[in-house]
């Protein structure tokens, strides 16, 4: 398969303004809606930004080439899942370590899978746009922030917050690849996330240096 130059990838300019960055996210959002609409090899940056509302020359403004416009969208998808895990692990410091895995498994999933239809295209695309090295850079960074989260675990841990951070966000990355490459997502959604919410239950509850001492 035919890789493309990092530098083709690069958008133009970053917009500063409020208004720049509203054309940006119009931009953007209208590149996934015609991703799911017409596949990558129809989409155009003309058809674009006719579903923005802009004109093409306002898009080569900060985007050079579709692959550029692609990858800013994707990049886009997966800091809206990374700032949902975000929240959670500042909502949730000093919780109990059950509470914390239940929450962030939902808090994922639900970020994830909140559009199906746009998060399978954007998988099925990111390949070709550099999406492994977005991925990694995405997972570095949920991991140190959600063992930050369970090292503040009520009860304690017995094991290294970043290794559990590692067992859980792998778990987590297993199940969404898994429903990303399903043909009917919807329906294997509310089981899996069942049965995902037993094996982190499962785990951590071999980290918990000494049980809570009420429910919370």
Do not use: W
């Amino acid at each position: 398969m035919p890789t493309t130059s990092p530098r083709t990838l690069q958008p133009r300019k970053t917009p500063v303004q409020e208004r720049s960055t509203a054309t940006v996210d119009a931009i953007l959002q209208a590149a996934i809606q015609v991703l799911v609409s017409v596949g990558k090899e129809r989409l155009t940056t003309t058809l674009v930004a006719m579903r923005a509302g802009v004109s093409v020359g306002t898009l080569y403004q900060y985007f050079p080439n579709k692959s550029a416009l692609l990858q800013a969208s994707l990049k886009r998808h997966m800091h809206g899942v990374a700032t949902s895990v975000d929240r959670v692990c500042k909502e949730y410091r000093s919780a109990s370590l059950l509470t914390m895995g239940e929450t962030l498994i939902d808090a994922y999933l639900s970020a994830k899978m909140h559009n199906v239809k746009e998060s399978a295209a954007l998988y099925s695309v990111s390949s070709d746009l550099d999406g492994l090295a977005i991925a990694k850079a995405a997972g570095a960074r949920g991991r140190r922030v959600v063992a930050e989260l369970f090292a503040t675990a009520s009860e304690g841990l017995t094991k290294d917050p970043e290794i559990v951070a590692t067992m859980v966000m792998a778990a987590l990355n297993g199940v969404s690849r898994r429903l990303l490459e399903a043909k009917s997502p919807e329906r294997e959604l509310a089981p899996l996330r069942e049965e995902l919410l037993v094996l982190v239950r499962g785990y951590l509850q071999t980290c918990i240096a000494s049980p809570p001492t009420e429910q919370e």
